[in-house]
C-alpha cells in the first residue's frame, strides 16, 4: 500500500503555558522526529 501524504491526518494545535517550561522544545523534538522516520 503507498502511503501518501493524504493519508496522513492533519490538525492544529495550540500549546498554552508558562516561559521557560518547554514548549518549543516539545514541538521541535516531534518534528525531528517525523523527519527522521520519513527521509
Do not use: Q, S, Y
Not at 9 to 30: A, E, S
Amino acid at each position: 500500500m503507498a502511503n501518501n501524504k493524504d493519508d496522513v491526518p492533519k490538525f492544529k494545535l495550540i500549546l498554552v503555558g508558562d516561559g521557560g517550561v518547554g514548549k518549543t522544545t516539545f514541538v521541535k523534538r516531534h518534528l525531528i522526529a517525523e523527519m527522521a522516520l520519513e527521509g
